[in-house]
C-alpha cells in the first residue's frame, strides 16, 4: 500500500486531545496536584528547614551550656581535704558521703559532706569542689558536657522536623483520601442503577 493510499498520510486523526496542554493528564484530579505541590513544599522543609532547625536550635544548647560551664567554673574551685572518719568498706562499689575537712584560702578550717570511696581511711586526702562561700559542691559542667548538650538538642530538633513532615504528609493523604472514598462513593451511586439495569434486561 502506498503512503497516499494510507488513512494516516496526512497525520493522525485530530481529536478532543490536541487541545490538552503537553504533560498534562486528563486523569489527573484536583486532588493529586494538591497532594503533588504540598509533597513537594514538604520536601522544601525537610532540606532547608531541618538542618536549619539542627544547626540553630544545637548552637542555642551550647551557648546556654557553654554560660553554665563559665559561671560554674568562676564560682567553684577545688581544694585538697582530709576525711575526719574512716569510710566503711563494704561490697557497694558507689560512692558515699563522709565528713571532710579543709582550709580555704583565707586560712580558716571548714568542715563538709563529699562523696568518697569505700574503704577510705580516716586521714586520707581527697579532692572535693567548693564554692566560694565553703558549700562542697560538684564539679563544674565541662565543655565535653556542653558539646554532648548540642549535639543531642540538635539531634532531637532534627528529628522532631522529620516526623512533623511524616505526620504532615501522613495528615494530608489520610483527609484527601476521604474526600476521593466519598466522590467515589457518590459518583458510584449514579452509576450504579444504570449498571444493574443492563443486568436486568
Known amino acids: 500500500m502506498s503512503a497516499q493510499g494510507s488513512p494516516y ?17 486528563p486523569l489527573r484530579r484536583t486532588s493529586d496536584r494538591l497532594e503533588c505541590w504540598l509533597r513537594r513544599v514538604l520536601m522544601v522543609v525537610l532540606v532547608v528547614g531541618l538542618p536549619a532547625a539542627a544547626v540553630s536550635a544545637g548552637l ?18 577545688e581544694v585538697t581535704a582530709r576525711l575526719t572518719a574512716r569510710v566503711k568498706s563494704d561490697d557497694e562499689l558507689a560512692k558515699r558521703p563522709a565528713q571532710v575537712r579543709w582550709t580555704d584560702a583565707d586560712g580558716d ?29 560538684s564539679p563544674p559542667v565541662s565543655t565535653l558536657n556542653a558539646t554532648t548538650s548540642g549535639w543531642m538538642v540538635g539531634g532531637m530538633a532534627a528529628f522532631g522536623v522529620a516526623a512533623g513532615s511524616y505526620a504532615a504528609r501522613a495528615g494530608m493523604r489520610l483527609v484527601l483520601d476521604r474526600r476521593r472514598y466519598a466522590r467515589w462513593d457518590a459518583e458510584w451511586d449514579l452509576v450504579e442503577p444504570q449498571w444493574s439495569a443492563r443486568f436486568r434486561r
Open 60 to 77: 542555642a544548647s551550647y551557648e546556654a551550656s557553654m554560660r553554665t560551664v563559665r559561671a560554674q567554673a568562676a564560682e567553684r574551685h
Open 9 to 25: 498520510a496526512s497525520g493522525p486523526p485530530s481529536g478532543r486531545g490536541d487541545n490538552v496542554p503537553k504533560g498534562a493528564n
Open 109 to 137: 578550717v571548714r568542715t563538709g559532706a563529699a562523696l568518697v570511696k569505700p574503704g577510705t581511711p580516716k586521714g586520707a586526702t581527697v579532692r572535693v569542689w567548693v564554692t566560694r562561700d565553703g558549700t562542697v559542691t
